[in-house]
């Protein structure tokens, strides 16, 4: 049982790129969700979805697109990548799609943007 | 605005003793979470305490929740080196459980 898969592990950006972070999960949870890390910040929830065809904004949406058309994928796009996206992003999902089921964890992305 | 807020920041003690690790939140809740992180890694669930409920426990962890104080401590018991990790909390709101917010963390460091 893979658990949740982020794809790629690290990436380098220039300014102005556009990329996107592949979530992938194998557990049929309904609820899937993206944060970034930066030191000192805690986690900072970008967008999440409580399921196929279903997206909110988290706290730090700006610069990020999300869609969710299968349950388990959830790939979050940046559009015009800036330097202040540095971070490492992570990729949650829970069976219950509420604050009562424990989330699960992928290891991460580590983007750099130059 | 981050929900939850950790206390201390840092905190290092000897192999044995006994960890405690506050968290502070501004909203009303439903649910209140406890993770670790390994240093670089995804964070692991621990425990899960819902707002009717005011102890947990699990293995060497205890969970308290204090909602008139909007307060959580967990405490780690007999700690060992591989304790060592930053520790989070997170809450959902009472009227919008299916955002999940982390605050910033508790650094922990096991000394030998």
């Known amino acids: 049982n893979a658990g949740v898969t982020q794809t790629p592990k690290f990436q380098v950006l220039k300014t102005g790129q556009s990329m996107t972070l592949q979530c992938a999960q194998d557990m049929n949870h309904e609820y899937m969700s993206w944060y970034r890390q930066d030191p000192g910040m805690g986690l900072r929830l970008i967008h999440y979805?409580?399921?196929?065809?279903?997206?909110d904004q988290g706290e730090v949406p700006n610069g990020y697109n999300v869609s969710r058309s299968t349950t388990e994928d959830f790939p979050l796009r940046l559009l015009s990548a800036a330097p202040s996206q540095t971070s490492v992003y992570f990729c949650?999902?829970?069976?219950?799609?509420?604050?009562?089921?424990?989330?699960?964890f992928g290891n991460g992305t580590r983007l750099t943007v130059t | 605005s981050q929900q939850g807020e950790e206390d201390p920041q840092a905190l290092s003690i000897q192999e044995g003793e006994n960890a405690t690790m506050n968290c502070s939140y501004k909203?009303?809740?439903?649910?209140l979470q406890w993770y670790r992180q390994n240093s670089g890694r995804g964070l692991v669930h621990l425990i899960l305490i819902r707002s009717n409920e005011r102890e947990k426990h699990s293995g060497r962890l205890r969970v308290t929740l204090d909602t008139s104080k909007k307060s959580s401590s967990l405490l780690i018991t007999a700690s060992r080196a591989a304790d060592t990790a930053s520790y989070f909390c997170?809450?959902?709101?009472?009227?919008?459980?299916?955002?999940?917010?982390f605050g910033k963390g508790t650094r922990l460091h096991i000394l030998p």
């Open positions: 979805s409580v399921g196929a065809g279903i997206t």
């Open positions: 997170a809450t959902d709101e009472m009227n919008r459980d299916d955002k999940i917010i």
């Open positions: 949650a999902s829970s069976p219950g799609g509420r604050g009562n089921s424990p989330l699960h």
């Open positions: 909203t009303s809740i439903n649910n």
